[in-house]
């Protein structure tokens, strides 16, 4: 019996953990990526509650913290840098803002492509132009590539999937604005204290800075906004934008802008989630944010995305063939996992970007008292433990 056969568009975190276990349960797996290359740097994300099991089955939880981001906790400042508020790591049993379990983006893909790359075939440079599904497969074109027809196709392409748009429609109908925007990048600097530290102003704004592994800093950006005509891939243009949003904004903003335009890694997007009614349509399905985009106010998008990798892969494979049964089973499994995880804890929006100063003194207060003894039970319980809960199956592996 030949081996069944799955593309997936997306080589971040979610498709390469779709990889491993694929590929263990006997797939022949084809990852495309419209990238050059694995995408260095970015954010540090968390891995937390049952994501960390399948961390542990996969075997990559000491790499992970060999290579981890470590962090004290979050502190406020005003604009002076004086603290305001601090949530320490260890005053939330690891499971607070910042978890315990730390990592850059792009080390994270980097770790799931070396440990996949032998299994898996990597496609870098191209993207997925035309898909047409039949009753035998998916007949798949490319930008770069020549056609090929597989089994499944899976689409972990991020919030603004074109796998998504090909099979299921325009993104305005799945994605859902938060009202917010951000932008982060490295700078050279370094902030050896091992805080991630955040000033808000007025306007509902926030600068922050936070430290990487290799000793750098990470720059955090965010504001409240309607809808900008911005393109998003025109770096010149957003920068320009920050600028002109933070221009009297104190602490290290104008220091933290002056390094964007050096920086390789520079993001910007809005704020987002995205609400689909199902994530699969015949034999072609999603997978981390192309599904499901918590939004980065969450903390929740890797932990989902590594939950959802083996979750998928196991119902795939134990459905034998069947792929509407196996992406049924996976959609019951995961989706009450991931409506909580896509609740965001702190005071939402309002918490992370309060509007006037009366608000960001209220919102500071509420820190320290969340991180004051008696109240740090409470608030793990209720603003931290969202990737909790879920029992994860037992699958048999074939390799």
Request: with cysteine; proline share 5%; aromatic share 8%.
């Amino acid at each position: 019996m030949n081996e069944p056969t799955v593309l997936i568009s997306g080589a971040g975190v979610a498709g390469p953990a779709l990889a491993f276990w694929l590929a263990r349960h006997g797939w022949a797996v084809t990852v495309v990526e419209r990238a050059p290359g694995l995408r260095p740097g970015g954010q540090a994300v968390d891995v937390r509650g049952t994501a960390r099991t399948v961390l542990d089955r996969m075997g990559l939880t000491d790499r992970v913290r060999a290579v981890g981001v470590r962090e004290h906790g979050m502190a406020y400042v005003d604009a002076r840098g004086r603290t305001r508020a601090r949530l320490p790591v260890a005053a939330f049993g690891g499971e607070g803002i910042v978890a315990d379990l730390e990592i850059q983006r792009g080390d994270l893909a980097r770790l799931l492509y070396e440990a996949t790359r032998d299994h898996v075939e990597y496609v870098f440079d191209d993207s997925i132009e035309t898909l047409t599904q039949d009753a035998d497969g998916v007949r798949l074109t490319f930008d770069r590539s020549a056609p090929r027809t597989v089994d499944l196709v899976v689409g972990a392409d991020g919030s603004h999937s074109r796998t998504r748009a090909l099979a299921f429609g325009p993104e305005s109908a799945y994605v859902r604005p938060l009202g917010a925007y951000l932008a982060y990048f490295s700078t050279p600097g370094s902030d050896a204290d091992g805080w991630f530290r955040m000033h808000n102003a007025p306007g509902g704004r926030v600068v922050g800075v936070r430290p990487t592994r290799d000793g750098r800093t990470a720059a955090l950006f965010s504001f409240r906004s309607d809808a900008l005509d911005v393109d998003r891939r025109d770096r010149a243009a957003q920068q320009r934008l920050l600028a002109e949003r933070f221009a009297d904004v104190g602490w290290r903003a104008a220091e933290l802008l002056a390094a964007a335009p050096a920086a390789t890694d520079f993001y910007f997007d809005r704020y987002a989630q995205v609400r689909m009614d199902s994530w699969h349509a015949g034999r072609v399905g999603l997978l981390g944010d192309a599904a499901w985009c918590p939004s980065p106010l969450t903390g929740q998008g890797t932990s989902l995305a590594l939950v959802g990798a083996y979750l998928l892969a196991g119902e795939l494979t134990a459905a034998g063939g069947d792929h509407r049964t196996g992406y049924r089973r996976f959609e019951e499994r995961l989706r009450a996992h991931v409506a909580k995880g896509q609740e965001i804890p702190g005071g939402g929006l309002a918490g992370f970007l309060p509007a006037g100063r009366a608000a960001i003194r209220m919102r500071d207060a509420s820190m320290r008292v969340l991180a004051s003894r008696p109240m740090r039970g409470l608030a793990t319980r209720l603003f931290f433990s969202h990737a909790d809960g879920l029992d994860l199956p037992e699958y048999a592996a074939c390799r």
